[in-house]
C-alpha cells in the first residue's frame, strides 16, 4: 500500500490536469461534431483565426497520415511512461508536474478518438490569409504542444540555472583558498 500511496502523492497533479484537460477536449470534440458542419469555416477572428471541423486520419496537426496501428499503440505507452516517471519527480516540482499532465491529456485525448471513431476531430483553423494555414488541430494538439515546448523549456532553464549555482560555489571556492587562513596570520 505505501508504494501506491507514494506514487499517488506524486502523481495527484498530473491525473488532475490531465482529467481536466481530457474533459474540456472530449467535450469539445463532441460539440463540434454536433454543430459544426464538416469542411465550412467559421470566422472567428476574419480570415485568421475561426472554426473548422475537419476528420484527422493521422497525429498531431494532421501529420504520419495512415500511422493509426502504430499511433494506437504509441500513445498509452506515452502516458504509461509518464505516470511511471512522475515518481522520481520531486513534488515540489508543480511547474513539471503540470506540463506532464498535459501530455498525458494530448496523448490519451487523440488515442480516444482514434479508438471510438477510426480518426481524430480537429476543429481549430488559423493561419495568415492567402498565405499559410497551419493545420487544424483542438484542444489534445494544444496540450501536447504547450506540454512538449513547455517542458523544453523547463528542462533548459534549470540545467541553466545548475550551471549558474555550480560557477558561483567555483568562484566562492576558489576567493576562499586565495584568502590566508586565520593559522597562517599568526606567524
Do not use: C
Amino acid at each position: 500500500m505505501k508504494s501506491l500511496s507514494t506514487w499517488f502523492r506524486h502523481a495527484w497533479l498530473p491525473l488532475l490536469v490531465a482529467a481536466i484537460l481530457l474533459v474540456l477536449d472530449q467535450w469539445s470534440k463532441v460539440y463540434v461534431r454536433a454543430n459544426l458542419e464538416k469542411f465550412v469555416f467559421y470566422p472567428v477572428l476574419g480570415e485568421w483565426f475561426g472554426w473548422q471541423h475537419v476528420d484527422n486520419f493521422g497525429a498531431a496537426f494532421g501529420l504520419f497520415q495512415g500511422l493509426k496501428p502504430l499511433l494506437l499503440v504509441f500513445a498509452p505507452l506515452v502516458a504509461i511512461a509518464i505516470l511511471v516517471y512522475v515518481l522520481w519527480v520531486p513534488t515540489h516540482k508543480r511547474l513539471l508536474l503540470v506540463l506532464l499532465g498535459m501530455q498525458i491529456a494530448g496523448a490519451l485525448g487523440n488515442w480516444k478518438d482514434r479508438l471510438m471513431q477510426g480518426f481524430v476531430t480537429d476543429f481549430v483553423r488559423m493561419g495568415i490569409p492567402d498565405v499559410y494555414y497551419w493545420p487544424n488541430y483542438n484542444v489534445a494538439d494544444i496540450s501536447i504542444v504547450v506540454g512538449v515546448i513547455g517542458l523544453a523549456i523547463y528542462i533548459i532553464a534549470e540545467d541553466v540555472g545548475t550551471a549558474r549555482k555550480q560557477k558561483r560555489a567555483a568562484e566562492l571556492e576558489a576567493t576562499a583558498s586565495d584568502r590566508p587562513s586565520p593559522a597562517d596570520s599568526k606567524g
